[in-house]
């Protein structure tokens, strides 16, 4: 994969540039790279490989494992969406507002990235459980978190948001004031500034934010699993079904599902980037 | 933000606040508050007493061991990999980056799978390790392997915007100057970027410690030997021992509070600095 | 800002990093060799409900193991989903003794991994279980929804928590129990006993993937009004939730045989074999078997069942090879991709 890229990663500006290292920083972050991320990764893609097109078929076209990556996916877009409109909120509010104990609620907000999935999945369920704090107060409004799909989304929600509000915020910290002045002075209110001025400026970290939080969401497994319910076809989510797979000593489904969520996250990413590449060539010329 | 023109009303600014915060209430807050509130359940002996057996101080030590090989490595790559992507121009950079963040979008469980696929028994390294009596899945390599697979992007995905955004001017000043390039890297590349480092340090570290379902998979779950925090935290749990459980779970929370609270004691301290270097 | 201030700021953390690195060298370096100092070890692979169990045969094992031969040795455990345990000593997890929830599991180490002889069951006495288990029903208190015996699981209504079968080893013995039971009162109607299993899992709100999560769901999260679970487990549970339960025990059931073997290469290769084995036939002695039954799992022996039928109550037991034709075959026609068990959870929606 490695031999193949290189041609692609060549210096396009080599006489333009005096900073020196190029060679051994790229080469190393290549080796590096490889040795832990590509190489684990195409054994992992060697093992799918070796599937025959009729395994593939059946493996996909059984309905539990195509329920399994819809939850995946539409809970992670689902989860992603909550987080995209509440991130954005958030990191509106920690930038343009001033209120007591802002700092602290500012770190608080990385706190999913550093609580162990699994203590996450259980606490969240202690909350959402029909004696929980609060599943104790939904259940009789007939709203139901754990152990349904709702739940699922829930967890999703919670792993995800430092990604929003980590891009967005410091892109919002930069945003020109002047230009809002000029809006506001041309006669804008401030919705519609908001919306002409201040979304168009940080909508590309925003994108960021969403794909990054969708992308983390799809994998999910530790937090997930305790507050989903697990039924198949309902709220059996597809990391699951690969575990479910491995523990029948079924390595080729498995494998078959492994690559095809891997296939997709990563075409998600590389779609993100590309498009934030040629935004910013757009905006260059 | 004096002027009138561009400050929301009152109102507006109040309701927001509330909401924002009554989101990070429900999603942040009460989880933490559930975890403390299950580990003292019964009072500060038990959280000590639950804390202070051999099997939890051997999973806290093995923790320690793995994030301590696989965050200095991480950062070494974070810091040459941003060096090349934002420091130079070359085809493939979309391409790049996006491999170096895929590790983020695959599951826990998919990067624990790729190294049983590699060293299991059955895979493809397999039979010659075991010939050579050396074990790598279920034993303490695997687990640093699969936690540098999990954490390896957060370092570079905090410096590469930073260092592209800051541009390359003052590496060129310097090594115009006459300084070599090692000294430039030292002494005007990195000190620009350390809060960006210290903070992708930080969430680096923090993931490799609370690291969950990629561990679990190469782990071999043997009490005592091979059970990292986060593993440790599920089989108290299922042992009824919630107590235990919820303890060694708020030490992991309590670690990510301190080290965020740290950070943002640090970047106070030195804010005067901080509005020096930052554009 | 002067120049001499950042290199002592990049200083601050750059030395915590190189120490921490030489620190982790030393420490990588260090373990191994640590380790070879420390007394033997043997490495028990068992699933999840018998933790409590093995910690106390361990004690009384390495007793009796420094009593007859004047060595110190240590139990390592490893506990998790029987399946999954199995999966793992294939893969390469050094177990000298596996301890599983079914024989389909060991019979899967056997034929994957080549690491034991197939024959192992006749290898000890009992077809190799020192120790039986049956499927019991936890209520709660004062059985609000009248629950008696399997026929009342179907019923509209009752909320019932078991673990899922493609995971867990304990919800296979449940599930089969359940088919074991109708196909007993409809004189082997396998269409009729089908739809039985059917009806019970639509009444399944959560699967947890194993036996623990079950009884976590049942008893800490309130969920269900019954919940399916090993003999040994319900009563654990009454054990450490205290008396918001009570058990019923069906009419018929299934006799669980949770099996135990040595991993031959293993013990080969580490040379372990003498006392692996030794520690399995200790399993059959009167005083683990006492052990055993202090579990509340059932013994074997005659004289520790004789000492303890108060604490098991009475119940007719079916075995898996009687009416399923043993664990293989089960195993392909209802927990496989594509088995009985998928066809019930497509009928679910």
């Known amino acids: 994969m490695t031999t193949a890229a290189l041609p692609l990663l060549r210096r396009t500006r080599v006489a333009s540039s005096v900073i020196p290292g190029f060679a051994p920083a790229l080469g190393f972050t290549l080796f590096y790279l490889s040795l832990v991320v590509l190489l684990p990764l195409a054994a992992l893609l060697l093992k799918a490989a070796g599937t025959t097109f009729e395994q593939w078929g059946r493996i996909l076209g059984d309905s539990r494992v195509l329920s399994a990556l819809g939850l995946s996916f539409g809970g992670a877009f689902a989860a992603a969406l909550i987080n995209a409109v509440f991130g954005l909120l958030v990191a509106w509010v920690l930038v343009r507002y001033s209120f007591p104990g802002r700092k602290i609620i500012d770190a608080l907000v990385d706190l999913p990235f550093a609580l162990p999935t699994a203590v996450a999945g259980i606490a969240l369920t202690a909350l959402y459980a029909p004696n929980g704090w609060l599943g104790r107060h939904l259940e009789p409004l007939g709203l139901k978190v754990a152990f349904t799909p709702l739940g699922v989304v829930v967890a999703m929600v919670f792993i995800g948001l430092p990604f929003v509000v980590r891009t967005v915020e410091p892109v919002l910290q930069d945003v020109d004031l002047e230009l809002e002045e000029a809006a506001a002075s041309l006669g804008a209110d401030r919705l519609q500034t908001f919306f002409r001025v201040i979304l168009p400026a940080i909508a590309p970290s925003l994108l960021t934010g969403f794909s990054l939080a969708l992308a983390r969401a799809v994998g999910e497994y530790g937090s997930v699993i305790f507050i989903a319910g697990n039924l198949p076809g309902v709220s059996e989510i597809a990391p699951l079904l690969i575990i479910t797979k491995l523990e029948q000593y079924d390595y080729v489904g498995a494998t078959a599902i492994a690559a095809v969520m891997l296939a997709i996250s990563f075409t998600l990413l590389l779609a993100v980037n590309l498009l934030q590449k040629w935004r910013r060539a757009r905006m260059g010329a | 933000m004096s002027n009138h023109a561009i400050r929301e009303p009152v109102a507006v ?267 | 800002m002067t120049r001499s201030l950042l290199i002592d700021d990049i200083r ?46 361990n004690d009384a094992f390495i007793k009796s193991w420094k009593a007859k031969t004047g060595e110190d040795i240590k139990i390592n455990q490893s506990h998790g989903g029987s399946g999954k345990q199995a999966r793992s000593v294939i893969d390469g997890l050094e177990a000298d003794v596996v301890t599983l929830a079914l024989a389909y599991d060991i019979d899967a180490i056997a034929d994957k991994a080549k690491l034991l002889d197939g024959k192992w069951q006749g290898r000890l006495g009992y077809n190799s279980a020192p120790y039986t288990s049956t499927i019991v029903f936890l209520v709660r208190k004062g059985n609000p929804k009248q629950i008696k015996d399997w026929n009342d699981l179907v019923k509209p209504g009752v909320a019932v928590i078991t673990p899922n079968p493609k995971t867990s080893g ?109 520690y399995l036939q200790f399993l059959y002695t009167p005083e683990a078997q006492g052990i055993i039954a202090k579990n509340f799992y059932r013994p074997r022996d005659p004289e520790a069942i004789r000492l303890t039928t108060s604490a098991f109550a009475p119940v007719k037991l079916f075995t898996i090879d009687d009416v399923f034709g043993g664990w293989r075959k089960a195993q392909a026609e209802h927990f496989a991709d594509g088995g009985v068990f998928d066809r019930i959870s497509a009928a679910k929606k």
């Open chain 2, 13 to 279: 600014r109040w309701t927001l606040t509330a909401v924002a915060l009554g989101f990070l209430a429900l999603f942040l807050a009460l989880p933490l508050a559930a975890v403390l509130t299950e580990a003292f359940a019964k009072g500060w002996g038990a959280y000590l007493r639950a804390l202070a057996t051999d099997v939890t101080l051997s999973s806290i030590r093995l923790t320690l061991i793995v994030a301590a090989i696989s965050v200095p490595l991480n950062v070494v790559f974070g810091l040459t990999a941003s060096w090349a992507i934002a420091k130079f121009d070359f085809r493939g950079k979309s391409l790049l980056i996006s491999l170096i963040e895929l590790p983020f979008s695959v599951s826990p469980v998919i990067s624990g799978l790729i190294y049983v696929l590699l060293f299991g028994l059955q895979g493809l390294l397999g039979p010659f390790l075991a010939a050579h009596d050396f074990r790598v899945i279920f034993a303490v390599p695997g687990i640093v392997l699969a936690t540098i697979f999990v954490t390896f992007p957060f370092v570079a995905r905090e410096l590469i915007p930073l260092m592209e955004e800051q541009g390359r001017e003052e590496e060129e000043a310097a090594l115009t100057l006459g300084a070599s390039g090692l000294r430039t890297f030292w002494l005007v590349t990195l000190p620009n970027v350390r809060w960006g480092l210290l903070y992708g340090v930080l969430l680096c570290n923090a993931r490799a410690m609370g690291e969950f379902g990629a561990v679990s998979v190469v782990s071999g779950h043997i009490r005592g030997l091979t059970n990292t925090m986060p593993l440790h935290v599920e089989i108290l749990y299922n042992e009824y021992d919630f107590v235990g459980a919820f303890a060694v779970a708020s030490l992991l929370a309590l670690l990510a509070v301190v080290t965020l609270a740290a950070k943002t004691a640090l970047e106070w301290w030195h804010r005067d600095e901080l509005t020096a270097t930052s554009h």
């Open chain 3, 12 to 57: 601050q953390i750059l030395l915590p990093l190189v120490v921490a690195v030489l620190a982790a060298m030393t420490l990588a370096w260090a373990i191994p060799g640590a380790r070879a100092a420390e007394p033997r070890t043997l490495l028990n692979v068992s699933y999840d409900p018998t933790r409590e169990l093995y910690q106390a045969v």
């Open chain 3, 170 to 278: 304990g919800a296979r013995w449940n599930y089969l129990a359940a088919w074991g039971y109708e196909l007993n009162r409809t004189n082997g109607d396998q269409a009729k006993a089908e739809d039985f299993v059917t009806r019970l899992f639509k009444n399944v709100p959560v699967l947890d993937s194993g036996a623990r999560g079950s009884t976590v769901t049942f008893a800490q999260r309130g969920l269900g009004d019954v919940l399916l679970a090993w003999e040994n487990e319900a009563h654990l549970a009454l054990q450490e939730f205290g008396g918001g339960f009570e058990i019923v025990t069906p009419s018929l059931s299934i006799l669980a045989e949770p099996p135990v073997t040595v991993v031959d290469k293993v013990v080969d290769k580490r040379g372990t074999r003498a006392v692996a084995e030794a």
